[in-house]
């Protein structure tokens, strides 16, 4: 089972990851799929606008 931090920290690890053709290598719904949660949520984890806060921090 996977705790909040350690799905938060891994969709932030796998989702900077590239391919050889320096493209992401996982899409967000993958990436859902993977850590069991919502794109949504991955959204969440990743903030787009610049605003996201450490993974184990409140309010997350």
């Not at 050889?20 to 290598?25: A, C, I, W």
Request: net charge positive.
């Amino acid at each position: 089972m996977w705790s909040k931090l350690a799905r938060c920290t891994y969709a932030r690890e796998i989702y900077g990851e590239l391919d050889h053709q320096v493209r992401r290598k996982y899409t967000v719904a993958q990436i859902a799929g993977m850590i069991r949660v919502s794109r949504k949520t991955v959204y969440r984890y990743l903030d787009p606008d610049g605003r996201r806060q450490p993974c184990g921090s409140a309010g997350q």
